[in-house]
């Protein structure tokens, strides 16, 4: 069996950080359980299906979900400007967790669901077509080849994220690893179900207008490695395959 077609390895690193200020373990024990969306276990042929929308408790226009939102900014910036969507985040990384979790409470945002764990049992539990916006955020490139396998822009990957998304959904990646930016460009111009909406390079090279810029965007810039800013759209089904090149 292909590496793509059996259980990939992790795609995050450690779980833990330093230790954590007494006021971020409380949110981590009172306000995370009231915050965290269940990820029902099936089988990997019939996986259980959850309803997201439910588990925000009041009406909501539209869906988006963050996978890897590191220490919480831009997740919490983009629940501030849209209260009418409902936002997922999913990260393995407890004190980043954490961090997010005194954003919310910090500015009594209602409209985050948690995910404290890998993003891929959530997708295969999500239904077909339920998310407007996806963001993959900086993610770990895991440079070194033979780690290559544990990048979270893969095949496999990519055909979840086609399935939950819904059509004409926006897919917003950043990275300021060169190597992985042409990794992401090969899978995603490669892929049927995606087509990448750049027509020049300013649309790669500068971050959309309601990006929050993060600290972890800024350090890097300070250490010469600029973002690239990928923005690719979910294929309306039915429909030719459309990939378009922009103009160098």
């Not at 400007?81 to 004190?95: K, S």
């Not at 992401?184 to 990448?196: E, I, S, T």
């Amino acid at each position: 069996m292909g590496a793509e077609h059996s259980r990939p390895p992790s795609t995050f690193g450690r779980r833990h950080g330093p230790r954590l200020r007494p006021a971020r373990r409380a949110l981590l024990a009172t306000l995370l359980p009231r915050l965290a969306l269940a990820v029902p276990t099936g089988s990997a042929s019939a996986p259980t299906a959850i309803d997201p929308a439910a588990a925000f408790g009041s009406t909501i226009t539209d869906l988006w979900l963050e996978i890897g939102f590191g220490a919480g900014e831009h997740l919490a910036a983009q629940a501030a400007a849209h209260p009418e969507i409902g936002l997922i985040g999913c990260e393995p990384y407890v004190n980043g967790v954490a961090a997010l979790l005194s954003r919310i409470d910090a500015v009594g945002l209602t409209n985050i669901r948690i995910v404290a764990d890998d993003a891929r049992p959530l997708l295969a539990a999500l239904p077909a077509a339920c998310l407007g916006r996806v963001f993959i955020l900086f993610p770990d490139p895991w440079p070194k080849r033979r780690h290559h396998k544990r990048r979270l822009i893969s095949t496999r990957a990519l055909a979840e994220l086609a399935r939950v998304m819904k059509d004409d959904a926006e897919l917003r990646l950043a990275t300021d690893h060169r190597e992985y930016a042409r990794w992401m460009l090969r899978h995603l111009l490669a892929d049927p179900d995606f087509f990448w909406t750049a027509r020049c390079p300013r649309d790669w090279r500068e971050a959309p207008p309601d990006w929050p810029e993060t600290r972890y965007q800024i350090k890097a810039a300070a250490a010469g490695r600029p973002a690239m800013f990928l923005r690719f759209r979910r294929r309306v089904r039915g429909r030719p395959a459309e990939n378009r090149r922009p103009r160098a």
